[in-house]
């Protein structure tokens, strides 16, 4: 519990907010500052003299800000707004997580330096090693399919050597965008089955023992998203199954209610699941899933979970790991227009 808990709604009394470490302030019914504690002060770069008596848009002028304000007040929610950028002066600007709920007939607004996210550099450091190194056996393995593709008499032989090719220049091109810049991603509408059955069939090529069931809801509309990025993500998902030795992976699309944008308000999103019968997720790294180098297998370079949940992110979604009876699921979410990671800070 945070150093509010032990006031909010009862105990505002100079002489204790003062104390707090935590910063937070007051703001009257119009949405004005009526107070801030010397934490608040400091964080934000404004005085208390500077605050007193000016409207809730001089640390940041975004309706999602106002609105939360206001929800507090009339409905006695509490909302959390991740990331906001709080600019005092030129030169000053700082990166804060807001807290807004009711306290009595007050607003109380808390503020916290915005934390990075886990592992954010050492992802990248690891990712953008792992693509410098498999430019070169990529590439050897294109040429060699293209010899093979061309010398190949039997059609399906033919198509498999095409389909390896294909492969090879989708993770030359992911390679490429590891080691550049990661920010803008090619996005178009995509059609979520189209997607799942690239998944499918991919999965049959390499694996045709493995039973794949589709449990799909046809009334899905288009995604607009990275096609390469999140193939990828599916693609580490069902692979990962297989390497648990899974006999049977359901691929799993439907609608979703949950997801929540950067402004507290729900979004209309897509909910794809890929569930498998394998040996599932050891207790003893369930807790570090995600985070790079960590895996279940002595031979696992612990990359691919850690990718496909920043992808996920990217994309304004998430990725998270469920336990079912006799099962393992992999739940990815994701708004149905991308949202880049700076909505957050609009």
Same mark, same amino acid.
């Given at each position: 519990?945070?150093?509010?808990?032990?006031?909010?709604?009862?105990?505002?009394?100079?002489?204790?907010?003062?104390?707090?470490?935590?910063?937070?302030?007051?703001?009257?019914?119009?949405?004005?500052?009526?107070?801030?504690?010397?934490?608040?002060?400091?964080?934000?770069?404004?005085?208390?003299?500077?605050?007193?008596?000016?409207?809730?848009?001089?640390?940041?002028?975004?309706?999602?800000?106002?609105?939360?304000?206001?929800?507090?007040?009339?409905?006695?929610?509490?909302?959390?707004?991740?990331?906001? *950028?709080?600019?005092?002066?030129?030169?000053?600007?700082?990166?804060?997580?807001?807290?807004?709920?009711?306290? &009595?007939?007050?607003?109380?607004?808390?503020?916290?330096?915005?934390?990075?996210?886990?592992?954010?550099?050492?992802?990248? %450091?690891?990712?953008?090693?792992?693509?410098?190194?498999?430019?070169?056996?990529?590439?050897?393995?294109?040429?060699?399919?293209?010899?093979?593709?061309?010398?190949?008499?039997?059609?399906?032989?033919?198509?498999? *050597?095409?389909?390896?090719?294909?492969?090879?220049?989708?993770?030359?091109?992911?390679?490429?965008?590891?080691?550049?810049?990661?920010?803008?991603?090619?996005?178009?509408?995509?059609?979520?089955?189209?997607?799942?059955?690239?998944?499918?069939?991919?999965?049959?090529?390499?694996?045709? &023992?493995?039973?794949?069931?589709?449990?799909?809801?046809?009334?899905?509309?288009?995604?607009?998203?990275?096609?390469?990025?999140?193939?990828?993500?599916?693609?580490?998902?069902?692979?990962?199954?297989?390497?648990?030795?899974?006999?049977?992976?359901?691929?799993?699309?439907?609608?979703?209610?949950?997801?929540?944008?950067?402004?507290?308000?729900?979004?209309?999103?897509?909910?794809? %699941?890929?569930?498998?019968?394998? &040996?599932?997720?050891?207790?003893?790294?369930?807790?570090?899933?995600? &985070?790079?180098?960590?895996?279940?297998?002595?031979?696992?370079?612990?990359?691919?979970?850690?990718?496909?949940?920043?992808?996920?992110?990217?994309?304004?979604?998430?990725?998270?790991?469920?336990?079912?009876?006799?099962?393992?699921?992999?739940?990815?979410?994701?708004?149905?227009?991308?949202?880049?990671? %700076?909505?957050?800070?609009?």
């Amino acid at each position: 519990m945070n150093q509010l808990g032990e006031i909010s709604g009862v105990d505002t009394q100079p002489e204790r907010i003062g104390l707090l470490t935590t910063g937070v302030a007051g703001l009257d019914r119009t949405l004005r500052f009526r107070w801030a504690n010397p934490a608040f002060c400091e964080t934000v770069g404004l005085s208390e003299r500077r605050l007193s008596g000016q409207p809730l848009a001089i640390l940041h002028a975004m309706p999602a800000l106002e609105a939360a304000a206001r929800r507090a007040l009339e409905d006695g929610a509490t909302t959390r707004l991740d990331g906001i *950028a709080v600019c005092a002066a030129p030169g000053k600007e700082c990166v804060l997580d807001l807290f807004i709920s009711p306290i &009595e007939a007050e607003v109380l607004l808390e503020v916290r330096p915005a934390a990075p996210p886990p592992s954010a550099s050492r992802l990248s %450091e690891s990712l953008r090693g792992f693509a410098h190194e498999i430019r070169n056996p990529l590439a050897a393995i294109s040429g060699a399919a293209q010899l093979l593709q061309q010398g190949e008499r039997d059609p399906q032989r033919a198509q498999l *050597a095409g389909l390896i090719r294909n492969e090879t220049a989708r993770l030359v091109s992911l390679a490429e965008r590891l080691l550049g810049s990661r920010t803008s991603m090619a996005t178009r509408a995509i059609n979520v089955h189209a997607l799942l059955e690239r998944v499918a069939e991919l999965l049959q090529a390499e694996r045709a &023992e493995v039973q794949v069931v589709r449990d799909y809801d046809p009334s899905l509309p288009a995604l607009h998203g990275d096609p390469d990025r999140l193939l990828q993500v599916l693609l580490n998902l069902t692979r990962n199954a297989v390497e648990a030795n899974a006999q049977r992976i359901v691929l799993r699309s439907r609608a979703e209610a949950g997801l929540r944008g950067g402004n507290g308000q729900a979004v209309p999103a897509l909910r794809i %699941e890929v569930e498998d019968d394998g &040996e599932g997720v050891p207790a003893q790294i369930e807790s570090t899933l995600f &985070e790079p180098m960590v895996s279940g297998r002595a031979d696992g370079s612990g990359l691919g979970l850690a990718l496909a949940r920043e992808i996920a992110r990217e994309h304004g979604g998430e990725l998270v790991h469920q336990r079912k009876p006799g099962a393992t699921c992999f739940v990815l979410v994701l708004p149905r227009h991308a949202r880049a990671r %700076e909505t957050a800070h609009a």
